[in-house]
Each structure stands twice: as C-alpha cells, then as structure tokens.
C-alpha cells in the first residue's frame, strides 16, 4: 500500500519524446505538442498536489515533462529544495557579491575623496635681485696665543681678599 500513497514516486517513462518543449503552444505548465497530438503537462511547474492530481485523475495516455533529480524524486514548483532553494540561494550570493561591490567601490570614492593632496615640491634657482645699499660685511680678526692664566691655591670666600699677581682684589658678591 505504501507505494500508490505518493503517484510521484512511480513515474516510469517508457519511451521519452524528442520533441522540443519550446517549439510547443501554451504556458509553462501545459502545451499541446503537435507531433503526438497531445497535452504535454510539466509536472515540475505544479505544486505537488495538483501533480498527484493529474495523475491520479488521468484516464488516458498521459504526456508529462519533469525534472528528476538524483535521489529519484521528482522536482515540484513547491519544493523546497528544488527550484526555490536554488533561487534563494543565487538571490544570496548575488546581493552578497552586490554589497561587496558597493562597499569596495565607496571606500575607493572616500579614499578619494578625503585624501590629502599631494604636495608638489618645486626645484630651481633663486633669482637674487642686488638691494641699493650692500650690507657690509663685518671684519673679524683673529686672535691666536698660547693662554696664561693662574690657579689660586685656596678657593677665595665672600670678603676675603685674593692675591693675584700681586695685585688685590675683592671676589664680588653673587
């Protein structure tokens, strides 16, 4: 009893149609196919119970076009891993590749944008133009000598006189 629960489960195809589904007159979930005189149904643009339907309700030859995948079940509009998932998932992969483009090419605009310009550094001559008056120059002279100087023998204190060449003096104050 088990297998005529689901018609889906035991679709055999005896003989396939080489007729080309888009040379046929009608909408996608039926066309009538001029070779064979008959309506050729696609079970995979129903949902799955009006295919059982068609099925269970046909009393005649039956022309079907399906998509079976590789399990052996047959693809339905409502199936949930079929067609749907498969959108779902492109739908995701395409906005997620959509905002990393837009992220990529606004970063780029702001980069652009607020960077900071470069500074161009200029090479060349100075033109001097001659004042009215020259400034003078000064005149430095050197001076050149061996250095004489004397080393007290006490460190002097405030008030206490120094004898230096015999000369004395007062250390002042600080």
């Given amino acids: 009893m088990s297998n005529f629960d689901n018609p889906?489960?035991?679709?055999?195809?005896?003989?396939p149609c080489s007729?080309?589904?888009?040379?046929?007159?009608?909408?996608?979930?039926k066309r009538f196919c001029g070779d064979c005189k008959l309506n050729v149904y696609n079970l995979s643009g129903?949902?799955?119970?009006?295919?059982e339907d068609l099925i269970r309700n046909s009393e005649s030859r039956l022309c079907v076009r399906f998509y079976r995948?590789?399990?052996?079940?047959?693809?339905?509009?409502d199936c949930p891993v079929g067609?749907?998932?498969?959108?779902?998932?492109?739908?995701?992969?395409?906005?997620?590749?959509?905002?990393?483009?837009?992220?990529?090419?606004?970063?780029?605009?702001?980069?652009?944008?607020?960077a900071r310009p470069e500074r161009n550094a200029v090479m060349g001559t100075i033109p001097v133009t001659p004042t009215a008056t020259p400034?003078?120059?000064?005149?430095?002279?050197?001076?050149?000598?061996?250095?004489a100087y004397s080393i007290p023998e006490q460190q002097p204190t405030v008030g206490q006189p120094v004898e230096i060449k015999g000369k004395v003096a007062r250390p002042t104050q600080k």
């Avoid at 889906?8 to 003989?15: D, Q």
């Avoid at 129903?46 to 295919?51: G, L, T």
């Avoid at 995948?69 to 509009?77: A, E, F, M, V, W």
């Fill in 19 to 29: 007729a080309n589904w888009d040379e046929m007159y009608g909408n996608e979930r």
């Fill in 83 to 114: 067609w749907a998932k498969i959108k779902q998932r492109v739908s995701a992969a395409a906005t997620a590749i959509f905002s990393l483009l837009i992220g990529l090419f606004s970063g780029i605009f702001f980069v652009s944008v607020f």
């Fill in 69 to 77: 995948r590789p399990d052996g079940s047959i693809l339905t509009q």
């Fill in 135 to 147: 400034v003078p120059t000064p005149e430095y002279q050197h001076t050149m000598g061996a250095v």
């Fill in 46 to 51: 129903m949902s799955r119970k009006e295919a």
């Fill in 8 to 15: 889906l489960k035991n679709i055999r195809i005896a003989s």
